[in-house]
C-alpha cells in the first residue's frame, strides 16, 4: 500500500509537470522544427499549439518542482526535493530544450538515522553556438557519507562475513566534486569531448557499530585494518585532492536519452590527474562504455546491453578513485560499483580495484499506452542480469605484520571471479522523460549479498 501511495503521489505533482523528451541523439538534431504545427481552441484564453504528434510546444521557461521519494537498499530511505528548469525559448526546438537546470538537496534514511547526504546542481546547453554543434555540460555535487560501505580491494579476494555487525563494513567520507565538460559534433552521431574534473574527499573512521562500556577501546572496522596493514598508505587519507583533464570521443545514434529503443552510445576517455595541476596522488586512466539498443518488436520490446571498463595506467592508483566511473554530459560521476545505478543485486563498493568492468543485459517491455491528466503514460516490465569483476587488483600483501589471525581471514587470497545478480522491474514511463522505477534483485553469490535487493528511484540503469 506504501509504494502504491508513493507511485499515486508522484503521478499527481506529474500532471503539473513540463512534458519533455529527448527526441534526438546526444548531439542537437533539430528533429521538432519539422513537426507541423497545430493550433486548438481551447476553453482558456490562450491557444494551445500542438505538434503533429499531440504533444503541447512548450516555450519559455518552464519549472518542474517535485520531491524526491526514492529507496535504495544499500543507503536506504531517501527524502529530499529536487528543481528541473527547462528554457524552450520560442519553442521551435521542442521537445529539446535550449538549456535546463536541474537542483537537489536529498537525504538517505537507514536504520532510524541520516547516513547519507546529497547537494547536485548541473547545468546542460546545446546551444552554446548558433550552430548547435557545441554543447556545454557542468555539474557540482557534495556527498556527507557517515556510514559509507568499505568491502575492501579485488572482489572476491576480499572476505565478507555476513554475521557481524555492518558497521564493520563502513567508514566516513564527505566528497566535493565539481565539473565541466565540452562535446562538439565532428559529423553525425559522432562528437568530441573534453572536460576538467575536480574532486576533493576526506576519509576517516567509522566508530558506531558496537556499543562499548567507558573505558574500553574503540573496534576496530575492515578500513582501520586496510590502514594497520599498509594497503591503504597514511599518505592518501584524511583531505586528498584530485584535479583531471579529460579527452575523448562519443559515437551516439541513439533515439532518446531518456528511454531509447534503438541506437548506439560508445565513449572511450582518457584521464590525466597530474600533480602540476594539484592532484595529491597523480594518476591517469582510460574508461571505454559501450550501449547498445536493439528494437525487437518496434519501440515496445527492446533488448538493451551495456559494457563499461575502467583501467588505471599507473601502478599506484590512489584507493579513493577506484570507485568512480566517469561519465559524459551534466550528470555527476558515479562511483561504487553495485547498486542501482551499476550492477542490481551485488552490494555497495563490493568491487573495487585498479582494473574494472561491469555488464547490464535486460529486456525491456513496454506493454500499454495511455493518457492520463494530458500526460503520456506507459508502463513497462523488464527482465535482467548484471555482473562485475576485478581484472586486475590491488597489491594486498600485509606491510607491517599487523593481526595476523585477522589478515588470514579478511584476505583469504580466494581467487576473484564475476559476481553476478539478476531480477525484474516495473516502470511507469510519463512523456518519454520522466520514469519511476521499481526492481528487485537477488545475488548469485551470498558473498555479493545475503538476501535480496529493492529499489524505488528514477530512470532507466542505462
Same mark, same amino acid.
Given at each position: 500500500?506504501?509504494?502504491?501511495?508513493?507511485?499515486? @503521489?508522484?503521478? *499527481?505533482?506529474? *500532471?503539473?509537470?513540463?512534458? /519533455?523528451?529527448?527526441?534526438?541523439?546526444?548531439?542537437?538534431?533539430?528533429?521538432?522544427?519539422?513537426?507541423?504545427?497545430?493550433?486548438?481552441?481551447?476553453?482558456?484564453?490562450?491557444?494551445?499549439? $500542438?505538434?503533429?504528434?499531440?504533444?503541447?510546444?512548450?516555450? #519559455?521557461?518552464?519549472? #518542474?518542482?517535485?520531491?524526491?521519494?526514492?529507496?535504495?537498499?544499500?543507503?536506504?530511505?531517501?527524502?529530499?526535493?529536487?528543481?528541473?528548469?527547462?528554457?524552450?525559448?520560442?519553442?521551435?526546438?521542442?521537445?529539446?530544450?535550449?538549456?535546463?537546470?536541474?537542483?537537489?538537496?536529498?537525504?538517505?534514511?537507514?536504520?532510524?538515522?541520516?547516513?547519507?547526504?546529497?547537494?547536485?546542481?548541473?547545468?546542460?546547453?546545446?546551444?552554446?553556438?548558433?550552430?548547435?554543434?557545441?554543447?556545454?555540460?557542468?555539474?557540482?555535487?557534495?556527498?556527507?557519507?557517515?556510514?559509507?560501505?568499505?568491502?575492501?580491494?579485488?572482489?572476491?579476494?576480499?572476505?565478507?562475513?555476513?554475521?557481524?555487525?555492518?558497521?564493520?563494513?563502513?567508514?566516513?567520507?564527505?566528497?566535493?566534486?565539481?565539473?565541466?565538460?565540452?562535446?562538439?559534433?565532428?559529423?553525425?552521431? +559522432?562528437?568530441?569531448?573534453?572536460?576538467?574534473?575536480?574532486?576533493? +574527499?576526506?576519509?576517516?573512521?567509522?566508530?558506531? +557499530?558496537?556499543?562499548?562500556?567507558?573505558?574500553?577501546?574503540?573496534?576496530?572496522? &575492515? /578500513?582501520?585494518?586496510?590502514?594497520?596493514?599498509?594497503?591503504?598508505?597514511?599518505?592518501?587519507?584524511?583531505?586528498?585532492?584530485?584535479?583531471?583533464?579529460?579527452?575523448?570521443?562519443?559515437?551516439?545514434?541513439?533515439?532518446?536519452?531518456?528511454?531509447?529503443?534503438?541506437?548506439?552510445?560508445?565513449?572511450?576517455? &582518457?584521464?590525466?590527474?597530474?600533480?602540476?595541476?594539484?592532484?595529491?596522488?597523480? /594518476?591517469?586512466?582510460?574508461?571505454?562504455?559501450?550501449?547498445? $539498443?536493439?528494437?525487437?518488436?518496434?519501440?515496445?520490446?527492446? +533488448?538493451? /546491453?551495456?559494457?563499461? $571498463?575502467?583501467?588505471?595506467?599507473?601502478?599506484?592508483?590512489?584507493?579513493?578513485?577506484?570507485?568512480?566511473?566517469?561519465?559524459?554530459?551534466?550528470?555527476?560521476?558515479?562511483?561504487?560499483?553495485?547498486?542501482?545505478?551499476?550492477?542490481?543485486?551485488?552490494?555497495?563498493?563490493?568491487?573495487?580495484?585498479?582494473?574494472?568492468?561491469?555488464?547490464?543485459?535486460?529486456?525491456?517491455?513496454?506493454?500499454?499506452?495511455?493518457? &492520463?491528466?494530458?500526460?503520456?503514460? #506507459?508502463? *513497462?516490465?523488464? #527482465?535482467?542480469?548484471?555482473?562485475?569483476?576485478?581484472?586486475?587488483?590491488?597489491?594486498?600483501?600485509?606491510?607491517?605484520? $599487523?593481526?595476523?589471525?585477522?589478515? @588470514?581471514?579478511?584476505?583469504?587470497?580466494?581467487?576473484?571471479?564475476?559476481?553476478?545478480? @539478476?531480477?525484474?522491474?516495473?516502470?511507469?514511463?510519463?512523456?518519454?522523460?520522466?520514469?519511476?522505477?521499481?526492481?528487485? @534483485?537477488?545475488?548469485?553469490?551470498?558473498?555479493?549479498?545475503?538476501?535480496?535487493?529493492?529499489? &524505488?528511484?528514477?530512470?532507466?540503469?542505462?
Amino acid at each position: 500500500m506504501k509504494r502504491t501511495a508513493i507511485i499515486s @503521489a508522484i503521478l *499527481a505533482i506529474m *500532471a503539473c509537470f513540463p512534458s /519533455y523528451a529527448e527526441n534526438g541523439s546526444f548531439g542537437t538534431e533539430d528533429t521538432a522544427q519539422s513537426d507541423t504545427l497545430k493550433v486548438k481552441k481551447k476553453k482558456s484564453r490562450k491557444p494551445v499549439v $500542438y505538434n503533429e504528434h499531440g504533444d503541447i510546444i512548450k516555450t #519559455g521557461l518552464s519549472y #518542474g518542482p517535485l520531491p524526491v521519494v526514492a529507496f535504495d537498499n544499500d543507503k536506504g530511505f531517501q527524502f529530499g526535493a529536487l528543481l528541473n528548469i527547462f528554457n524552450f525559448g520560442d519553442g521551435k526546438t521542442y521537445p529539446v530544450p535550449k538549456s535546463q537546470w536541474y537542483i537537489e538537496a536529498s537525504a538517505y534514511v537507514k536504520q532510524g538515522r541520516i547516513g547519507t547526504q546529497k547537494y547536485v546542481v548541473s547545468y546542460d546547453n546545446k546551444h552554446v553556438t548558433p550552430d548547435y554543434n557545441l554543447r556545454l555540460c557542468a555539474a557540482g555535487s557534495a556527498f556527507i557519507d557517515t556510514a559509507l560501505e568499505f568491502f575492501g580491494f579485488n572482489g572476491y579476494q576480499s572476505f565478507y562475513d555476513p554475521s557481524i555487525p555492518t558497521g564493520f563494513y563502513r567508514h566516513g567520507r564527505l566528497t566535493a566534486n565539481m565539473k565541466v565538460d565540452l562535446i562538439g559534433e565532428i559529423a553525425k552521431n +559522432f562528437y568530441w569531448e573534453a572536460g576538467y574534473h575536480f574532486n576533493y +574527499f576526506n576519509t576517516g573512521q567509522y566508530k558506531d +557499530f558496537y556499543k562499548t562500556a567507558e573505558g574500553e577501546p574503540e573496534p576496530e572496522a &575492515l /578500513y582501520d585494518l586496510y590502514q594497520k596493514w599498509g594497503i591503504i598508505p597514511e599518505s592518501q587519507t584524511g583531505d586528498q585532492f584530485s584535479s583531471a583533464l579529460r579527452i575523448g570521443l562519443v559515437y551516439d545514434s541513439r533515439d532518446f536519452e531518456a528511454s531509447p529503443s534503438r541506437g548506439f552510445w560508445v565513449d572511450a576517455h &582518457l584521464i590525466a590527474a597530474p600533480k602540476f595541476l594539484g592532484s595529491s596522488n597523480p /594518476y591517469s586512466k582510460v574508461n571505454v562504455t559501450f550501449r547498445h $539498443y536493439v528494437p525487437i518488436f518496434r519501440d515496445k520490446f527492446v +533488448f538493451a /546491453y551495456r559494457l563499461d $571498463y575502467q583501467g588505471f595506467l599507473n601502478k599506484n592508483a590512489p584507493w579513493y578513485m577506484l570507485p568512480y566511473f566517469t561519465v559524459v554530459g551534466s550528470l555527476y560521476d558515479r562511483d561504487g560499483i553495485g547498486g542501482y545505478r551499476t550492477v542490481r543485486g551485488i552490494m555497495y563498493n563490493r568491487v573495487q580495484g585498479p582494473h574494472t568492468g561491469f555488464f547490464n543485459a535486460e529486456v525491456r517491455w513496454r506493454f500499454i499506452d495511455f493518457h &492520463l491528466w494530458r500526460q503520456n503514460v #506507459g508502463l *513497462a516490465l523488464s #527482465g535482467f542480469c548484471d555482473g562485475a569483476g576485478v581484472f586486475k587488483g590491488m597489491d594486498m600483501t600485509n606491510r607491517t605484520g $599487523y593481526a595476523p589471525e585477522l589478515y @588470514a581471514k579478511y584476505v583469504p587470497g580466494t581467487k576473484e571471479n564475476i559476481h553476478l545478480a @539478476a531480477g525484474a522491474g516495473f516502470r511507469i514511463i510519463i512523456n518519454r522523460n520522466f520514469i519511476v522505477a521499481l526492481e528487485y @534483485a537477488q545475488a548469485f553469490n551470498r558473498q555479493d549479498n545475503k538476501k535480496g535487493a529493492f529499489y &524505488l528511484n528514477t530512470g532507466f540503469l542505462f
